[in-house]
């Protein structure tokens, strides 16, 4: 495991995560909290399309292939692309534990540079929980879920009330997704209990 930093290490008093009981089940598809969000959406032509599985305990599989669109140097992915994908799947970690937060930190290691074309196979487990502090980790791999690892990282996220997005987002964007009518997709975006 990479050596984080110091506010990256969960304090004495931090508990285990606990998986909500109604969490989607192991195996099953998560589906986008938001359709225009560059990580996981359909409706961003040049975004990431990641796809979140539930796994078991407090742990998300998700697989993300690199699209020309995401080049930084001659047939590679961008470092900031790698980094947005580890962002969103452990960002979808909160939905099992129906938490809703945000990145406060995301250290990244880039361990092997990864071509246009390769799928990376990520997964993400949250490790511990103090307060409103969500500790997690990920790791994306190359060639299949069992391969080289590729790109990994660890992430502090903080709980936050709807309020942050309503009073931080842009006016149209919040009242178009708070008047979705996929209730699990408006859920997902804005509500800790559908
Ligand atoms: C249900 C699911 C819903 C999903 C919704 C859709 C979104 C998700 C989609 C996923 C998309 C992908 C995800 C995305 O892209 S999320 C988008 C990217 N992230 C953001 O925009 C977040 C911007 N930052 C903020 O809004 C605030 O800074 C936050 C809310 C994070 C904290 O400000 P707030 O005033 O509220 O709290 P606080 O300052 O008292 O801090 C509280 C505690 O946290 C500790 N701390 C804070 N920051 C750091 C840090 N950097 N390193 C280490 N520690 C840090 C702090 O020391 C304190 O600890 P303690 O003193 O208590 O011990």
Same mark, same amino acid.
């Given at each position: 495991?990479s /050596?984080?930093s110091a506010?990256?290490?969960?304090p004495a008093?931090?508990?285990?995560?606990?998986r909500?009981?109604?969490?989607?089940?192991?195996?099953?598809?998560?589906?986008?909290?938001?359709?225009a969000c560059?990580?996981?959406?359909?409706?961003q032509p040049?975004?990431?399309?990641?796809?979140a599985?539930a796994g078991? /305990?407090?742990s998300i599989?998700?697989?993300f292939?690199?699209q020309?669109?995401?080049q930084?140097?001659?047939?590679?992915?961008?470092?900031g692309?790698?980094?947005?994908?580890?962002d969103?799947?452990?960002?979808s970690?909160n939905?099992?534990?129906r938490t809703i937060?945000?990145?406060?930190?995301?250290e990244t290691?880039f361990?092997?540079?990864v071509?246009v074309?390769?799928?990376?196979y990520?997964?993400?487990?949250?490790?511990?929980?103090?307060?409103?502090?969500?500790?997690?980790?990920?790791?994306g791999?190359?060639?299949?879920?069992? /391969?080289p690892v590729?790109?990994?990282?660890?992430?502090?996220?903080?709980?936050v009330?709807?309020d942050h997005?309503?009073?931080?987002g842009?006016?149209a964007?919040?009242?178009?997704?708070?008047s979705?009518?996929?209730?699990?997709?408006r859920?997902?975006?804005?509500e800790?209990?559908?």
């Amino acid at each position: 495991m990479s /050596g984080s930093s110091a506010s990256l290490q969960p304090p004495a008093d931090a508990v285990k995560p606990v998986r909500h009981p109604d969490a989607p089940a192991p195996g099953e598809l998560l589906g986008a909290h938001y359709g225009a969000c560059f990580g996981c959406g359909s409706e961003q032509p040049h975004g990431l399309h990641l796809q979140a599985r539930a796994g078991e /305990g407090v742990s998300i599989t998700a697989e993300f292939t690199v699209q020309p669109a995401h080049q930084g140097a001659p047939g590679l992915a961008h470092g900031g692309v790698l980094a947005t994908a580890l962002d969103e799947t452990l960002g979808s970690l909160n939905w099992l534990l129906r938490t809703i937060a945000v990145t406060g930190r995301l250290e990244t290691d880039f361990v092997r540079p990864v071509p246009v074309g390769a799928t990376l196979y990520l997964e993400a487990e949250v490790t511990a929980v103090a307060g409103r502090k969500i500790y997690s980790t990920a790791t994306g791999r190359l060639d299949g879920p069992d /391969g080289p690892v590729a790109v990994r990282a660890d992430a502090l996220f903080v709980e936050v009330k709807v309020d942050h997005f309503v009073e931080h987002g842009r006016e149209a964007e919040i009242k178009a997704a708070m008047s979705d009518p996929d209730q699990t997709r408006r859920a997902r975006a804005f509500e800790v209990n559908p």
